[in-house]
């Protein structure tokens, strides 16, 4: 599938299938596409070119209405002056469905939500956790093909987006609606999604579980995107036969694969290491194979994150994330370690994992 | 209370620069914003003050600055009572949490103003470029606030309030429109600046991780009333009150309900549902002081929880009511007659959404709280590596 604006490409030849019963999200930065996409799932946008299939049957031609989709807006999209039963009746009042078959379904679907307590207040008075469970509500009474979550929690406070993540969740599994979820919230899409589509100018960089796309990711700017704080992205340099880390000279824990992969590469553009705040070690006694400065410290109450610096080479900083409280001062001198058969290798010509693509 | 709680004392010439509040109340029609509020921060202090939105922290901001005026209390700046001196006098940088931004001036022209304004001595014009490339907008130096996104404004309103020399520096939300890559390079970035000020900071944000992550003391406010001031680790470890333990950690420490049985001095049990934990040390100590069949809330950070297959030896049976799988960690909800406990693992949960599965709790590492007056009352102190389970005896 491809869109064009004029001369701008805003997704260009995206092949991608999200499986019954599945939520997908579409995750990456503003601009990267993923707007574009669901807009013409739901028949907002025309398809520039390609053709978008439910099941063998292709829509992209067909009127949004045609389509039996629903979709969920960050701003819930509510009508006011309705009680959230009668926001939830709604699309079933216009289609003139028999009122008992109307109260059962919007029953049902009140239920499930736990919005019984709630049903017959105005929207306008609930709090914003509520009305996104009553525009949900309305989404799935519809019994539709396809529900659309397009940056379902963005309006809502910390804890209320923590609860409802966990309650979206829980309610697309029970009913097993097909849910595409658009999101540039990493921690959105990782807790909600079984499969995560990464996207970048237009292009799709990696389809994956949560899980295998955070322990496999293909390319740096995956890799980058995904986890927070982010992978430590440090140049390698050849020095005596091994591979050290070009801004502080420390030699690496390689096997002899990754040796392998890595001068294969090497004499082209060169290779970054990655490797993850939590397979960072520290050691307050300085001890271990490097010594380091502390330059910060943030504590995340069951983790603490760390900023160091080489002792010998201040130019480049590690961020490690270690089991907190751990008490580290900013100026003390640590022993710092990586985790060997965590580190990652990239291609610096084109990103590419080099483990992924062998 | 003791508002220097968690600081070494303070020298006179620091008293010179210090911020404190001193029983500051606050009535808005029938609302009572602040209730009898103290605090003090010292010159280059980070304090962080988090509530849910509604606690007063706005309300504090705005009497600082000298945009209301207390119905009762004092403020002091510097050591000195500013009852008397208007709001402009008082060279407070204040960043709203709605920007304020001028809509006619450019970003620089925006970020400029106050070394413009007729108090704006002792003010930093070279500090500006640096200031506006660290927060990466200095692209949009020439630009007006309407051609701007949400964060962008942001930061534009942060600019305005680094470049400043003030007496004490107010911030509100600063950071809160922003992605997580920007705000995590923010904090240590604005830490570092206002830390090294002559000047005390108050950093107000909903979100009790970021308190916790950038300042040197945080205070924890709900319903206009300090429930707790005290360093990022103390108030990890030792919650006051359930609205803190409620408030603090991602997800917050998970607090069961239910009553306490207590027979004979160290042999006590709590109960919640089908779930008995037996007490032991100085929440055992703590339950004898409320009495036997006294209501009490177990609070236990998600961490220390586990959830294993259903049957296993020590785990108590319940229903698996949500599964999250982060990266390097997964949530997992699990339920207990209308309890939600939270398990955060290295794993995913051992069975499908509604399925049976097994609790396991710690040995250690509960905060008991008396129900009634929602106080913590008793702390379990948890050796680092810790992590045997409980065992659970079925009723």
Redesign the interface.
Same mark, same amino acid.
């Given at each position: 599938m491809w869109k064009h604006y004029g001369d701008v490409t805003a997704v260009q030849n995206l092949n991608l299938a999200c499986a019954e019963g599945e939520m997908l999200a579409l995750l990456g930065?503003s601009g990267c596409g993923k707007s574009s996409t669901v807009k013409m799932a739901a028949g907002i946008e025309d398809v520039s070119a390609g053709e978008i299939f439910f099941g063998d049957r292709p829509v992209s031609r067909l009127a949004p209405a045609a389509r039996n989709i629903a979709m969920v807006f960050e701003d819930y999209a509510l009508y006011p002056h309705m009680t959230v039963r009668e926001n939830i009746s709604f699309p079933l009042a216009i289609r003139r469905l028999p009122s008992a078959e109307i109260e059962a379904r919007v029953d049902k679907v009140l239920d499930l939500l736990a919005l019984h307590p709630f049903a017959d207040r105005d929207v306008k008075m609930l709090s914003g956790g509520a009305q996104q469970r009553t525009s949900i509500g309305r989404a799935l009474v519809r019994n539709p093909q396809l529900i659309l979550f397009d940056e379902p929690l963005s309006h809502l406070?910390?804890?209320q987006k923590?609860h409802l !993540?966990?309650?979206i /969740? !829980?309610l697309q /599994?029970?009913s097993a609606v097909t849910s595409i979820l658009v999101t540039?919230?990493?921690?959105e899409a990782?807790?909600?999604s079984d499969r995560i589509a990464v996207m970048n100018h237009g292009m799709l960089q990696q389809v994956a579980? =949560?899980?295998d796309?955070?322990?496999g990711p293909a390319n740096m700017f995956v890799a980058n995107f995904?986890?927070? =704080? =982010?992978m430590n992205l440090l140049p390698l340099r050849a020095s005596d036969g091994r591979l050290e880390l070009a801004d502080a000279g420390w030699g690496l824990p390689l096997d002899e694969r990754r040796i392998r992969l890595a001068q294969d590469v090497r004499a082209a553009d060169g290779v970054t290491a990655g490797v !993850?705040p939590?397979h960072v070690r520290l050691r307050h006694d300085g001890g271990g194979p490097f010594r380091a400065i502390v330059q910060?410290c943030?504590? !995340?109450?069951?983790t603490d994150?760390v900023?160091v610096a080489p002792l010998e080479h201040g130019a480049t900083t590690i961020t490690a994330e270690v089991?907190? =409280?751990a008490?580290y001062r900013p100026e003390a001198i640590v022993g710092i370690e990586f985790i060997a058969d965590r580190i990652y290798l990239f291609a610096n010509a084109d990103g590419r994992n080099l483990e992924s693509s062998s | 209370m003791n508002v220097h709680a968690g600081l070494r004392p303070t020298t006179p010439a620091e008293l010179a620069h210090q911020i404190e509040l001193g029983n500051v109340s606050k009535t808005f029609a029938a609302v009572r914003a602040l209730d009898s509020v103290s605090l003090a921060a010292r010159p280059g202090e980070l304090l962080a003050i988090t509530g849910?939105?509604g606690a007063g922290k706005t309300t504090l901001c705005r009497i600082i600055a000298g945009l209301e005026t207390p119905d009762a209390g004092v403020c002091r700046i510097a050591g000195r009572d500013v009852a008397s001196v208007p709001a402009a006098a008082r060279r407070v940088a204040y960043m709203f949490e709605s920007y304020a931004l001028y809509p006619h001036l450019t970003v620089r022209e925006n970020v400029l103003s106050p070394l413009m304004a007729p108090n704006g001595r002792g003010t930093d014009i070279g500090g500006v470029d640096v200031v506006l490339e660290f927060l990466e907008i200095r692209h949009l130096s020439a630009r007006l606030p309407a051609e701007l996104s949400g964060g962008q404004k942001q930061r534009v309103a942060l600019a305005r309030t680094l470049v400043q020399r003030p007496s004490v520096t107010l911030l509100d939300e600063p950071i809160s429109h922003l992605?997580?890559?920007l705000r995590?390079k923010l904090?240590?970035e604005i830490?570092?600046i206002v830390t090294s000020r002559p000047s005390p900071t108050l950093w107000c944000t909903?979100?009790a991780?970021e308190a916790?992550?950038?300042a040197d003391r945080v205070a924890v406010i709900d319903a206009g009333r300090i429930e707790q001031i005290a360093t990022?680790?103390e108030l990890?470890?030792r919650p006051a009150t359930v609205r803190v333990a409620r408030?603090? $950690?991602?997800?917050?420490m998970n607090l069961l309900p239910g009553r306490l049985e207590s027979h004979a001095p160290g042999s006590s049990t709590f109960v919640c549902a089908e779930l008995r934990i037996p007490l032991t040390g100085t929440l055992a100590d703590a339950a004898i002081t409320l009495g036997h069949d006294a209501r009490a809330v177990l609070g236990v950070?998600p961490?220390l929880v586990a959830l294993a297959p259903a049957g296993t030896p020590g785990s108590a049976a319940v229903e698996l009511?949500?599964?999250?799988?982060? $990266?390097?960690y997964a +949530?997992a909800?699990a339920r207990l007659g209308d309890v939600l406990i939270k398990a955060?693992s290295a794993r995913?949960a051992p069975a499908r +959404? $509604?399925a049976a599965v097994g609790l396991v709790l710690p040995a250690a590492g509960f905060v008991l709280f008396d129900a009634a007056s929602g106080k913590a009352i008793a702390f379990d102190s948890l050796a680092?590596d810790d992590h045997s389970s409980r065992v659970l005896k079925d009723r």
């Open positions: 930065p406070d910390g804890d923590v !993540r966990t309650e /969740k !829980r /599994k029970l540039h919230d990493q921690t990782t807790a909600m579980t =949560p899980h796309l955070y322990e995904i986890g927070e =704080p =982010p !993850r939590e910060y943030e504590p !995340r109450g069951d994150v900023v089991p907190g =409280p008490g | 849910p939105s992605d997580a890559k995590h904090r240590s830490r570092r909903p979100d991780m916790l992550s950038v990022p680790e990890w470890r408030l603090v $950690g991602d997800p917050p950070r961490n009511y949500s599964d999250e799988p982060f $990266g390097k +949530i909800t955060k995913s +959404i $509604g680092a």
